[in-house]
């Protein structure tokens, strides 16, 4: 009687361990495909000394992309950085002060730059060169 009881026990625990397994517990937590970019930022022919850019889709059912910008260059891959889901986005670079700032007054070298772009369904290197010009 004694077997036969922990046999049962045992059947519990296998049972219950294979739905938990087939659940999903612990795995990520299922959404979109991502896909990592990289590349240079640069305004006037410079590189963007710091900042922001992110990758907005426009079907945004899901949160878009975005990568911090340190001396000119991005990588969704680094600190804080989240791949785009490809198709149609809106890109969005945004100057900041740089990390070793003084906390003086900071004047952005241009105004938020935005951009339409289709985005491929994979990973690759994209390059973007904010307009000269006038600050508003």
Not at 10 to 35: D, F, N, S, Y
Not at 89 to 106: C, K, L, Q
């Amino acid at each position: 009687m004694d077997l036969l009881l922990k046999l049962q026990r045992v059947a519990i625990v296998l049972l219950l361990l294979a739905v938990v397994k087939l659940c999903g517990c612990g795995q990520k937590t299922a959404g979109p495909v991502r896909h990592e970019v990289s590349g240079r930022v640069t305004f006037s022919g410079k590189p963007v000394s710091a900042g922001t850019i992110f990758f907005n889709p426009k079907a945004a059912e899901y949160g878009g992309g975005t990568a911090p910008i340190t001396n000119g260059r991005y990588d969704t891959r680094e600190r804080g950085g989240r791949g785009h889901l490809g198709g149609l986005h809106t890109i969005r670079i945004v100057a900041e002060p740089p990390d070793d700032w003084d906390g003086g007054d900071f004047q952005p070298p241009f105004p938020p730059y935005e951009v339409q772009q289709e985005l491929p369904m994979g990973s690759g290197v994209l390059n973007y060169e904010v307009p000269g010009g006038k600050k508003k």
